[in-house]
Protein backbone atom coordinates (compact mmCIF):
# COMPACT_ATOMS: atom_id res chain seq x y z
CA UNK A 1 0.00 0.00 0.00
CA UNK A 2 1.57 3.03 -1.35
CA UNK A 3 0.45 6.98 -0.36
CA UNK A 4 -0.69 8.92 -2.65
CA UNK A 5 1.63 11.86 -4.17
CA UNK A 6 -1.57 14.34 -2.73
CA UNK A 7 -1.10 12.95 0.84
CA UNK A 8 2.14 13.03 0.55
CA UNK A 9 2.39 16.57 -0.26
CA UNK A 10 0.15 17.50 2.68
CA UNK A 11 1.79 15.87 5.03
CA UNK A 12 5.18 17.92 4.02
CA UNK A 13 3.96 21.24 2.99
CA UNK A 14 4.72 24.19 4.92
CA UNK A 15 1.84 25.27 7.00
CA UNK A 16 2.06 29.41 7.21
CA UNK A 17 0.01 29.36 10.96
CA UNK A 18 1.55 26.99 12.56
CA UNK A 19 -0.26 27.68 15.94
CA UNK A 20 -3.61 28.30 15.09
CA UNK A 21 -5.03 29.18 18.51
CA UNK A 22 -2.05 31.90 19.11
CA UNK A 23 -2.89 33.63 16.12
CA UNK A 24 -6.12 34.02 15.98
CA UNK A 25 -6.22 35.38 19.95
CA UNK A 26 -3.16 37.43 18.97
CA UNK A 27 -5.24 38.98 16.39
CA UNK A 28 -8.88 39.35 18.82
CA UNK A 29 -6.31 40.88 21.21
CA UNK A 30 -4.95 43.11 18.33
CA UNK A 31 -8.98 44.18 17.36
CA UNK A 32 -9.81 45.06 20.85
CA UNK A 33 -7.09 47.01 21.03
CA UNK A 34 -7.49 48.91 17.59
CA UNK A 35 -11.15 49.76 18.99
CA UNK A 36 -10.28 50.85 22.12
CA UNK A 37 -8.04 53.61 20.43
CA UNK A 38 -10.56 54.31 17.57
CA UNK A 39 -12.87 55.21 21.11
CA UNK A 40 -10.66 56.61 22.95
CA UNK A 41 -9.47 59.27 20.13
CA UNK A 42 -11.82 61.97 21.16
CA UNK A 43 -10.41 62.44 24.34
CA UNK A 44 -7.96 65.02 25.56
CA UNK A 45 -4.52 63.21 26.74
CA UNK A 46 -1.01 61.82 25.52
CA UNK A 47 -0.40 64.38 22.67
CA UNK A 48 3.09 64.95 23.25
CA UNK A 49 3.36 65.85 27.37
CA UNK A 50 -0.22 66.62 27.98
CA UNK A 51 -1.64 63.63 30.16
CA UNK A 52 -5.64 63.71 30.42
CA UNK A 53 -8.37 61.32 30.18
CA UNK A 54 -7.44 59.48 27.29
CA UNK A 55 -3.55 58.69 28.59
CA UNK A 56 -4.60 55.62 30.06
CA UNK A 57 -6.82 53.94 27.42
CA UNK A 58 -4.48 54.88 24.78
CA UNK A 59 -1.50 53.90 27.03
CA UNK A 60 -3.47 50.30 27.86
CA UNK A 61 -4.38 50.15 24.24
CA UNK A 62 -1.16 50.18 22.69
CA UNK A 63 0.36 47.93 25.53
CA UNK A 64 -2.66 45.60 24.21
CA UNK A 65 -1.66 45.79 20.84
CA UNK A 66 1.85 45.30 20.77
CA UNK A 67 1.27 42.14 22.96
CA UNK A 68 -1.46 40.83 20.81
CA UNK A 69 1.03 41.11 17.76
CA UNK A 70 3.67 39.19 19.78
CA UNK A 71 1.18 36.62 20.01
CA UNK A 72 0.08 36.42 16.90
CA UNK A 73 3.38 36.59 15.73
CA UNK A 74 4.11 33.33 17.69
CA UNK A 75 1.66 32.13 15.91
CA UNK A 76 3.85 31.88 13.28
CA UNK A 77 7.09 30.60 14.21
CA UNK A 78 5.89 28.53 17.23
CA UNK A 79 4.25 24.72 16.62
CA UNK A 80 1.01 25.04 18.48
CA UNK A 81 -2.50 23.84 19.26
CA UNK A 82 -5.12 23.68 16.47
CA UNK A 83 -8.85 26.08 17.82
CA UNK A 84 -10.91 24.35 19.58
CA UNK A 85 -14.76 24.55 20.32
CA UNK A 86 -15.50 27.32 21.75
CA UNK A 87 -17.98 27.15 24.53
CA UNK A 88 -20.79 29.40 24.93
CA UNK A 89 -22.11 28.57 28.34
CA UNK A 90 -19.52 30.37 30.53
CA UNK A 91 -19.51 34.12 28.75
CA UNK A 92 -23.79 33.51 28.57
CA UNK A 93 -24.09 33.20 32.52
CA UNK A 94 -21.32 35.55 33.44
CA UNK A 95 -22.48 38.57 31.35
CA UNK A 96 -26.16 37.46 32.86
CA UNK A 97 -24.41 37.64 35.96
CA UNK A 98 -23.43 41.26 35.30
CA UNK A 99 -26.99 42.30 33.71
CA UNK A 100 -28.83 41.14 36.79
CA UNK A 101 -26.40 42.81 39.32
CA UNK A 102 -27.23 46.42 37.42
CA UNK A 103 -31.06 45.24 37.25
CA UNK A 104 -31.18 44.54 40.96
CA UNK A 105 -28.45 46.43 42.91
CA UNK A 106 -31.35 48.81 43.38
CA UNK A 107 -34.98 47.02 44.14
CA UNK A 108 -33.18 43.98 46.31
CA UNK A 109 -30.19 46.04 47.86
CA UNK A 110 -26.48 44.94 48.04
CA UNK A 111 -26.45 41.56 49.83
CA UNK A 112 -28.94 39.59 47.67
CA UNK A 113 -28.03 41.14 44.73
CA UNK A 114 -24.44 40.06 44.88
CA UNK A 115 -24.97 36.87 46.44
CA UNK A 116 -27.45 35.95 43.63
CA UNK A 117 -25.15 37.37 41.15
CA UNK A 118 -22.36 35.31 42.38
CA UNK A 119 -24.68 32.21 41.95
CA UNK A 120 -25.98 33.30 38.40
CA UNK A 121 -22.00 33.27 37.25
CA UNK A 122 -21.46 30.14 39.36
CA UNK A 123 -23.76 28.17 36.58
CA UNK A 124 -21.21 29.02 33.84
CA UNK A 125 -18.86 25.93 35.06
CA UNK A 126 -20.23 22.73 34.74
CA UNK A 127 -17.74 21.84 37.33
CA UNK A 128 -19.34 23.99 40.04
CA UNK A 129 -19.54 22.45 43.32
CA UNK A 130 -22.84 24.03 45.15
CA UNK A 131 -21.52 23.76 48.63
CA UNK A 132 -18.90 25.29 47.99
CA UNK A 133 -19.93 27.92 46.04
CA UNK A 134 -22.40 28.87 48.58
CA UNK A 135 -19.77 29.15 50.94
CA UNK A 136 -17.62 31.07 49.26
CA UNK A 137 -20.27 33.33 47.90
CA UNK A 138 -21.58 34.48 51.00
CA UNK A 139 -17.80 35.12 52.32
CA UNK A 140 -17.67 37.33 48.88
CA UNK A 141 -21.08 38.70 49.62
CA UNK A 142 -20.19 39.97 53.30
CA UNK A 143 -17.00 40.93 52.17
CA UNK A 144 -18.78 43.49 49.61
CA UNK A 145 -21.26 44.46 51.88
CA UNK A 146 -18.29 45.18 54.73
CA UNK A 147 -15.86 46.86 51.78
CA UNK A 148 -18.73 49.39 50.11
CA UNK A 149 -20.88 50.51 53.13
CA UNK A 150 -18.24 50.41 56.04
CA UNK A 151 -15.18 50.46 55.00
CA UNK A 152 -15.18 53.36 51.95
CA UNK A 153 -18.55 54.47 53.31
CA UNK A 154 -20.87 54.14 50.37
CA UNK A 155 -24.51 55.14 50.19
CA UNK A 156 -25.39 51.61 49.10
CA UNK A 157 -28.82 50.15 50.53
CA UNK A 158 -27.49 46.67 51.76
CA UNK A 159 -31.38 45.05 52.06
CA UNK A 160 -34.60 45.40 49.85
CA UNK A 161 -36.33 48.65 51.11
CA UNK A 162 -39.31 46.53 52.28
CA UNK A 163 -36.95 44.44 55.13
CA UNK A 164 -35.38 48.33 56.45
Do not use: H, N
Not at 34 to 42: H, M, N, P, T
Not at 66 to 72: D, Q
Not at 85 to 113: D, E, H, K, N
Not at 152 to 160: E, H, I, Y
Request: with cysteine.
Amino acid sequence: MRETPSSTAEKSAPRLIRGPQDFYGGMALMAVALFALWASSDLQGLRGFSFGPGTAPRMFAVLLLALGAGIAGTGFFVEGPPLQRYGIRGPFFVSLSVLSFAATIRPLGLIICAFASFLIAAMGSDETRWKETIIVGACMTLGCAFLFSYALGLPLDLLPSILR
